[in-house]
């Protein structure tokens, strides 16, 4: 933010206007009189414009430019800017996305399960301060996406990159939770948050979700587990990233709400489910107020001073007006 240590030494510039009228347009004014030396060689003093005269008006205005830029060096430009240094540790949190192909329903208002999933997340990244957040997605394999990090662009990069059906067709849930554990195992943070979000039932991959959410609460890890999306029949409508084809069906929801229940439960967390975006958008909010830590936070602020770019300019500005008048114009004074 630029700011002016000396603001009221602005008010000259008010007086700016008022020297040019008494210089050179009022009419009594008398004193000196500027002129070329080609006039004398002319039959009368009419004046004409000529390209030296514009010459002439230019230099002026820039003289009275510099002159200005001058006092706004002598008011002490400087730019404050305010930072912000957190004193403690926020928590570590890991988003587990499931990217299986039954994510590609469009039982969520009018948009996919996946993409009312990625955009609430993209939501709630943005509204968090100091916390690690990295990105977990799995389908039949799990896959460590971003590691927990503070570059909330990147994790938001690398969220808008994934797809459905990226890592194949299943749900391994009991995977997608082992890695983001492993991820936070060695995490000094006070608090370690995972956040699973998934549509169906564990059908692949070989850790048992419940003894992958006992190892979690073992490492001091709580889960909170959304259940997105409605059972029964629906359709699905998704790329195949394999063969570039589109793929449409009707899908039969398989939410098992009993097996993510016990895995928030055994974490210290909760479960939630979500059947439209904007319950969904809730249940964030409310995870957004549980996982609240009170962290100590120091303002600095940084002073930049820029007076001698004001003055530099300025002088600049007004030194070549004098260069052009005298040696290019050829004015007597």
């Given at each position: 933010?630029?700011?002016?240590d000396f603001p009221q ?251 993510l229940k016990r895995i ?64 290019v114009i050829g004015e007597?004074?």
């Open positions: 933010m630029w700011r002016f030494i602005l008010f000259v510039l008010l007086i700016v206007p008022l020297l040019v009228y008494l210089l050179y347009y009022r009419k009594t004014r008398g004193g000196k009189i500027s002129f070329n030396f080609s006039v004398w060689n002319s039959g009368h003093f009419r004046s004409e414009t000529t390209p030296r005269r514009i010459l002439l008006i230019i230099t002026r205005a820039l003289f009275w430019i510099g002159f200005s830029i001058l006092v706004l060096a002598m008011a002490a430009p400087v730019i404050v800017e305010k930072q912000r240094k957190y004193l403690s540790r926020g928590l570590d949190l890991m988003l587990v996305l499931d990217v299986s192909p039954s994510m590609s329903a469009r039982d969520v208002g009018t948009i996919t399960r996946f993409d009312a999933a990625r955009e609430v997340v993209r939501d709630f990244i943005s509204g968090r301060e100091n916390d690690a957040i990295g990105l977990v997605i799995f389908g039949a394999e799990a896959s460590l996406r971003v590691p927990p990090t503070l570059d909330y662009a990147f994790v938001e990069q690398a969220l808008d990159s994934v797809g459905v059906m990226d890592l194949g067709d299943g749900t391994a849930i009991g995977l997608g939770i082992a890695v983001a554990a492993v991820h936070l195992k060695d995490s000094s943070a006070e608090e370690k948050v995972i956040i699973l979000i998934t549509d169906g039932d564990n059908n692949a991959g070989d850790i048992d979700p419940d003894r992958a959410a006992e190892v979690a609460s073992a490492l001091r890890i709580r889960i909170y587990s959304i259940g997105i999306g409605s059972e029964g029949e629906t359709t699905i409508q998704f790329i195949d990233p394999e063969s570039g084809k589109e793929v449409r069906g009707v899908y039969q929801g398989k939410l098992n709400e009993e097996l928030a439960t055994v974490t210290g967390g909760r479960y939630f489910h979500s059947g439209t975006l904007g319950i969904l958008n809730t249940i964030f909010q409310e995870i957004d107020s549980l996982e609240s830590t009170v962290q100590e936070v120091a303002v600095f602020i940084e002073r930049q001073p820029r007076h001698r770019m004001f003055i530099l300019l300025g002088f600049s500005v007004i030194l070549l007006c004098i260069f052009v008048n005298k040696l007597l004074l």
